[in-house]
């Protein structure tokens, strides 16, 4: 997790430009909204609590980086985010409440985050535990030597060290030579017997899209659970998969579970971001009635009170809302934000507009970014022994070509590249590995060779390209 301190708002579109070009406004209030949370928390308590997020309303086309923003904003805050479709709840089968899912699933996306934190900082006493649980496994009968060099572990209740009343030297060393072994890992192949625990708290990895249907599988899955006792199973597997398993079963112990929920709350309810995307289409037109509208207006009024702060019941106890970061975004090329229930427009008082992307915005989207797709492709192919370069002169053709697609019919944004340079490399892509240990440099001719005539039939771009 980055240091929240160090991210000023001019660090965080720093970091931003290395994914997304241009969107300056965009990227400045998000920016700006970050900050403010973390500014929020230095107040005194009872100033603190007056402070409410700016939510954020981004409004611009498709496929020109909304959510390439929010993406990675929040993983460049290292704050739980949570990004969901508006429409998601219009659809057949959800009913109000099922709005409150985004903040159970944004609770559980902080759960497993500082999980995860909790067990990498555990790691190694869970794999020395591991350690001596294996060689229990592999020399069976054979008791448990306490170690001078043993780590002092206050182990669990019903795990106590089984306390040898002298296991011989000769045991002793037995041990150690299997542990050096072990170590060495010339025993990974070996097949032991381990109880694989099926317990409830594996309900707990139930993330983003839990819908009402699923937390109910969940519940019946916890009582099963339940009438069988959490049993577990007996598997065989070699000493590889069985360190794993084990690792796994430890850290599990060694977590604290109250520690986690308390603090993935606190990161939630403090720092947490929800991304709303295609906000547009839950707004209709006064002018326009029927079962759908009534629908996505009553989607509206349920995410009303979760914008402005409520509680919602999760399983990892009750959140309050009232900080949560909201994002939310749509190219309302049909619908307008003023089409959104009034109450709801209010709780998104900041407005940005992304611009639509040009050909030189292209030009860059193919080279500069961290994960630019002529990037992408080139370490695709590199794994085949292909060495894949671009000329200038084809990375010109291919950004004229996308803005003249774009233009000609929908403009569907930087995603036109991906179609365009999928088209482009296919061939290659294809034959790849009859060409390893070769370079192949795409060229202004090769670009115009696959490209040019699909381009300018309409019929053919509009189903390829
Ligand atoms: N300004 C940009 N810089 C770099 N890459 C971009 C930019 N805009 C879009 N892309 C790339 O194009 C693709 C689509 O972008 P994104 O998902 O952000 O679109 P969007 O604005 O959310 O569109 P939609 O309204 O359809 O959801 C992504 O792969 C993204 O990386
Ligand atoms: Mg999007």
């Given at each position: 997790?980055?240091?929240?301190?160090?991210?000023?708002?001019?660090?965080i579109?720093?970091?931003?430009?290395?994914?997304?070009?241009?969107?300056?406004?965009?990227?400045?209030?998000?920016?700006?909204?970050?900050?403010?949370?973390?500014?929020?928390?230095?107040?005194?308590e009872?100033?603190?609590?007056?402070?409410?997020?700016?939510?954020?309303?981004?409004?611009?086309?498709?496929g020109?980086?909304?959510?390439?923003i929010?993406?990675?904003?929040?993983?460049?805050?290292?704050?739980?985010?949570?990004?969901?479709?508006?429409?998601?709840?219009?659809?057949?089968?959800?009913?109000?409440?099922?709005?409150?899912?985004?903040?159970?699933?944004?609770?559980?996306v902080?759960?497993?985050?500082?999980?995860?934190?909790?067990?990498a900082?555990?790691?190694?006493?869970?794999?020395?535990?591991?350690e001596?649980?294996?060689?229990?496994?592999?020399?069976?009968?054979?008791?448990?030597?306490?170690?001078?060099?043993?780590?002092?572990?206050?182990?669990?209740?019903?795990?106590?060290?089984?306390?040898?009343?002298?296991?011989?030297?000769?045991?002793?060393?037995?041990?150690?030579?299997?542990?050096?072994?072990?170590?060495?890992?010339?025993?990974?192949?070996?097949?032991?017997?381990?109880?694989?625990?099926?317990?409830g708290n594996?309900?707990?990895?139930?993330?983003?899209?839990?819908?009402?249907?699923?937390?109910?599988?969940?519940?019946?899955?916890?009582?099963?659970?339940?009438?069988?006792?959490g049993?577990?199973?007996?598997?065989?597997?070699?000493?590889?998969?069985?360190?794993?398993?084990?690792?796994?079963?430890?850290?599990?112990?060694l977590?604290?579970?109250?520690?986690?929920?308390e603090?993935?709350?606190?990161?939630?309810?403090?720092t947490?971001?929800?991304?709303?995307?295609?906000?547009?289409?839950?707004?209709?037109?006064?002018?326009?009635?029927?079962?759908?509208d009534?629908?996505?207006?009553?989607?509206?009024?349920?995410?009303?009170?979760?914008?402005?702060?409520?509680?919602?019941?999760?399983?990892?106890g009750?959140?309050?809302?009232?900080?949560?970061?909201?994002?939310?975004?749509?190219?309302?090329?049909?619908?307008?934000?003023?089409?959104?229930?009034?109450?709801?427009?209010?709780?998104?008082?900041?407005?940005?507009?992304?611009?639509?992307?040009?050909?030189?915005?292209?030009?860059?989207i193919?080279?500069?970014?961290?994960?630019?797709?002529?990037?992408?492709?080139?370490?695709?192919?590199?794994?085949?022994?292909?060495?894949?370069?671009?000329?200038?002169?084809?990375?010109?053709?291919?950004?004229?070509?996308?803005?003249?697609?774009?233009?000609?019919?929908?403009?569907?944004?930087?995603?036109r590249?991906?179609?365009i340079?999928?088209?482009?490399?296919?061939?290659?892509?294809?034959?790849?590995?009859?060409?390893?240990?070769?370079?192949?440099?795409i060229?202004?001719?090769?670009?115009?060779?696959?490209?040019?005539?699909?381009?300018?039939?309409?019929?053919?771009?509009?189903?390829?390209?």
């Amino acid at each position: 997790m980055v240091e929240l301190d160090s991210l000023t708002p001019k660090a965080i579109v720093a970091e931003l430009d290395k994914y997304v070009i241009g969107q300056n406004k965009a990227k400045r209030a998000v920016a700006i909204a970050l900050r403010n949370r973390t500014r929020r928390l230095k107040l005194p308590e009872e100033s603190r609590d007056e402070v409410a997020p700016k939510n954020i309303l981004m409004i611009g086309p498709t496929g020109v980086g909304k959510t390439e923003i929010a993406r990675r904003l929040a993983r460049l805050s290292g704050a739980p985010f949570l990004k969901v479709e508006a429409t998601k709840y219009t659809e057949v089968g959800y009913v109000g409440r099922d709005v409150e899912s985004m903040i159970r699933d944004l609770m559980a996306v902080g759960y497993s985050m500082v999980k995860a934190e909790m067990q990498a900082t555990l790691r190694g006493e869970a794999e020395k535990r591991a350690e001596e649980i294996l060689l229990d496994l592999l020399l069976p009968g054979m008791k448990k030597k306490d170690t001078p060099s043993a780590p002092l572990v206050a182990l669990p209740a019903g795990e106590t060290a089984k306390e040898t009343d002298g296991g011989s030297a000769d045991q002793g060393s037995t041990r150690e030579k299997f542990r050096a072994m072990l170590r060495a890992g010339t025993l990974d192949d070996r097949v032991v017997e381990v109880s694989v625990q099926r317990s409830g708290n594996a309900g707990f990895e139930v993330f983003a899209g839990s819908s009402n249907i699923e937390d109910l599988e969940m519940s019946v899955a916890n009582i099963t659970n339940l009438i069988t006792g959490g049993k577990s199973k007996k598997k065989s597997v070699s000493v590889r998969e069985a360190r794993e398993i084990i690792i796994a079963e430890q850290l599990d112990k060694l977590v604290d579970q109250d520690k986690i929920t308390e603090e993935a709350k606190y990161r939630v309810e403090e720092t947490g971001i929800v991304f709303i995307d295609e906000i547009d289409k839950i707004a209709n037109r006064s002018d326009r009635s029927g079962g759908q509208d009534v629908s996505r207006e009553g989607v509206q009024r349920d995410i009303l009170p979760i914008v402005e702060g409520s509680n919602v019941t999760t399983k990892f106890g009750v959140i309050d809302t009232t900080h949560i970061l909201f994002i939310a975004a749509g190219a309302f090329n049909v619908s307008k934000p003023s089409d959104l229930i009034p109450e709801l427009q209010g709780r998104f008082p900041l407005r940005v507009e992304l611009e639509s992307l040009v050909e030189a915005d292209f030009r860059r989207i193919l080279l500069e970014p961290k994960n630019a797709l002529t990037k992408q492709y080139r370490d695709l192919l590199a794994t085949e022994g292909v060495t894949l370069s671009f000329a200038d002169e084809a990375i010109d053709r291919m950004s004229a070509l996308a803005a003249e697609v774009n233009a000609r019919m929908e403009n569907i944004g930087a995603r036109r590249l991906h179609t365009i340079l999928e088209t482009l490399l296919e061939d290659l892509s294809f034959n790849a590995n009859d060409l390893a240990g070769q370079s192949v440099e795409i060229t202004r001719e090769y670009v115009d060779e696959r490209l040019k005539d699909i381009s300018q039939d309409q019929d053919l771009s509009r189903y390829i390209l």
